[in-house]
């Protein structure tokens, strides 16, 4: 893989499970990038070997914005509705909904709610990531999307220059990050 900059370590990533899982991830793309670039397979075969490197490099990229969301205790709000109070049946127009009053309010999104997408909003908005980086991320997230068999893949290539993209994704969030916790210890 074309590397631009040099990473030669992972170890602002203090949990060294996470920083050792990365590093393997790494070395599986890695291997898969060679392996594919070899030219052994038919097409098919090495359109899903980048699509496999694709879905890697989104997997590094979530799990190193969750490592510096969780590190900086970072807050993700929700919006939350509770005491809800169905209005009488003599409003309720509509078959398909049902009509309320409840308050309103803010809740902490928990674990499972910070996804990808959810992760690179959240950097984008508070200028911890450049749109440029969150271009290649959010190409490589619709990429790794199409994962899914039942969804369409059309319109989303899946060649060498996607991969690249992808992978200088993962070497620019790691930068990025890297970067911010040794600004912001």
């Known amino acids: 893989?074309?590397?631009?900059?040099?990473?030669?370590?992972?170890?602002f990533i203090s949990d060294q499970t996470l920083r050792r899982k990365i590093e393997e991830a790494i070395e599986i793309n890695s291997f898969l990038y060679l392996m594919e670039r070899d030219g052994k397979f038919a097409v098919g075969v090495s359109k899903e070997i980048r699509r496999t490197i694709i879905l890697y490099s989104a997997s590094i990229i979530e799990a190193i914005l969750l490592y510096l969301y969780k590190r900086k205790n970072f807050s993700i709000?929700?919006?939350?509705?509770?005491?809800?109070?169905?209005?009488?049946?003599?409003?309720?127009?509509?078959?398909?909904?049902?009509?309320?009053?409840?308050k309103q309010g803010k809740k902490e999104r928990n674990e499972a709610e910070l996804?990808?997408?959810?992760?690179?909003?959240?950097?984008?908005?508070?200028?911890?990531?450049?749109?440029?980086?969150?271009?290649?991320i959010d190409f490589t997230k619709n990429i790794r999307n199409t994962f899914h068999l039942s969804k369409s893949r059309k319109g989303l290539n899946c060649g060498i220059k996607s991969v690249n993209i992808s992978?200088?994704?993962v070497l620019d969030t790691i930068l990025?990050?890297?970067?911010?916790?040794?600004?912001?210890?």
């Open 167 to 169: 992978t200088d994704a």
């Open 1 to 11: 893989m074309p590397q631009r900059r040099n990473i030669k370590s992972l170890s």
């Open 115 to 136: 996804m990808l997408d959810v992760l690179v909003k959240f950097f984008s908005e508070e200028k911890i990531i450049k749109d440029s980086l969150r271009s290649k």
């Open 176 to 185: 990025v990050v890297r970067d911010y916790l040794n600004k912001n210890p």
């Open 77 to 102: 709000l929700k919006q939350v509705y509770f005491d809800v109070h169905y209005l009488p049946e003599f409003y309720q127009s509509v078959s398909d909904a049902k009509l309320v009053i409840a």
